[in-house]
């Protein structure tokens, strides 16, 4: 049996993930789980799971939550201290990161210092501190096994093969829920407007970046640094019917793809159980019935957020973490209408023009970038015309 810990439990990756442990009690027993402040599901999956600790963001979530389960033998700890403790301290064998942006950063990179494995679905922390993670990974002998089902995909299409027989990984995108709108149409589109993806049931902040092709962006420096591969050998594709989940093409100019309709237990249940893999009772995807699959270039000037992604990498340095930090903040003002969504890239672009970018040497270089960018795109939020 697998002990395992899981950040950002309440989530549509977290739920996702206790659906899998609920199918197969048998395989894993969960020790720790954290939230933001949804106590109320955070009370009901202790109460199913019972994990030793739990750990929310505030003191008042936790002593909320400490009243509601006086019943229970569950340590609740707040803050990112208490996140950090429950990713690190508790005897575990993996830990499914799935806490959304930078605020994962601190306890994911800490349970691989615990000497943890990693099943990563939060791709911020890949983008602020790629090189950071890896080395610590290498360093306290930890995997890290992709979740996002992309990387997934790439994962499993590399898996017996040589890294140095890759010409390039081509990631597949969905396009988002405003893939088929012109300039114009994106110029006063809503956040709930924006919300609805064609393929997906995710959290908000990663179905807007699927709308603005941010996440795409993202993606390429996430993969940049799990396959350890230039970003000139990182293309996309969009592929509207999230079927081929990504590809790699080998110098013979084979390609390897995975497929499978859309649905992250798939790829989470791979990452929690690899090599094996899990008798899911998920619907077959049956091609037959589907007929035929499309493909079309990424559109750079509707959707420009790609294409920082690429020149994030291309800079290097603290520039991915700036560029992430810009971009919560940006999506996070367009969620609560102050904002419009043809802005969020130039809050982005706007972030890192000015951003003084150095080497990442530690966490502190990551944090301060964050931190710095935050400030100066919140500035930018508010100086924009309304
Ligand atoms: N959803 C998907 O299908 C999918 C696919 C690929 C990759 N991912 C990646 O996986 C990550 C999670 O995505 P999601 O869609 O599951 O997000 P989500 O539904 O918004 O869930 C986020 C989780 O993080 C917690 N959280 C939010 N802010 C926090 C903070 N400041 N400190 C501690 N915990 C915090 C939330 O707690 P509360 O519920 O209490 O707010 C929740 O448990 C993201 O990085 C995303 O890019 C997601």
């Excluded at 549509?12 to 939230?35: C, H, K, Q, W, Y």
Aim: aromatic share 4%; with cysteine.
């Amino acid at each position: 049996m697998k002990s395992i810990i899981i950040l950002g439990s309440t989530g549509s990756i977290g739920t996702n993930t206790l659906d899998i442990v609920r199918r197969f009690p048998e395989e894993f027993r969960v020790v720790g789980l954290t939230a933001g402040s949804n106590i109320d599901k955070l009370e009901a999956q202790i109460r199913q799971f019972k994990p030793e600790a739990v750990a929310v963001s505030t003191e008042s979530s936790a002593a909320s939550l400490r009243n509601r389960c006086v019943d229970l033998p569950v340590e609740i700890m707040a803050g990112e201290e208490g996140i950090t403790h429950v990713a690190s301290s508790l005897d575990a064998e993996l830990v499914i990161s799935a806490i959304v942006g930078a605020a994962g950063l601190v306890p994911t990179l800490s349970a691989i210092r615990s000497r943890k494995h990693i099943a990563l679905a939060n791709k911020e922390p890949m983008v602020m501190a790629g090189k950071l993670m890896q080395d610590e990974a290498r360093k306290h002998g930890v995997r890290i096994f992709p979740v996002d089902s992309e990387h997934s995909a790439i994962f499993q299409s590399l898996e017996g093969h040589r890294i140095e027989d890759v010409r390039r990984l081509i990631l597949t995108a969905s396009g988002g829920a405003l893939w088929t709108l012109t300039q114009e149409q994106l110029l006063n589109v809503t956040p709930e407007r924006a919300l609805q993806h064609p393929n997906w049931k995710m959290g908000s902040k990663i179905t807007i970046d699927s709308a603005t092709l941010m996440n795409k962006g993202l993606e390429v420096v996430e993969a940049r640094w799990l396959f350890d591969i230039s970003e000139s050998n990182i293309d996309v594709l969009i592929h509207r019917e999230s079927i081929i989940h990504s590809l790699v093409e080998y110098k013979d100019r084979s390609m390897i793809a995975q497929l499978g309709l859309p649905d992250m237990r798939t790829p989470i249940s791979y990452a929690m159980r690899h090599p094996a893999r899990m008798a899911l009772d998920l619907p077959s995807l049956n091609l037959a019935e589907i007929g035929q699959l499309t493909f079309c270039k990424p559109d750079h000037d509707r959707f420009p957020c790609l294409n920082l992604g690429y020149e994030s990498l291309r800079i290097g340095g603290t520039m991915p973490a700036a560029m992430n930090a810009a971009n919560e903040i940006a999506v996070e003002a367009f969620l609560n209408h102050g904002l419009r969504f043809c802005e969020i890239p130039q809050v982005i672009r706007s972030t890192m023009e000015a951003h003084a970018y150095q080497e990442i040497t530690c966490l502190d270089d990551a944090l301060e970038a964050d931190r710095w960018a935050r400030e100066k795109a919140d500035s930018l939020v508010h100086a924009l015309p309304r």
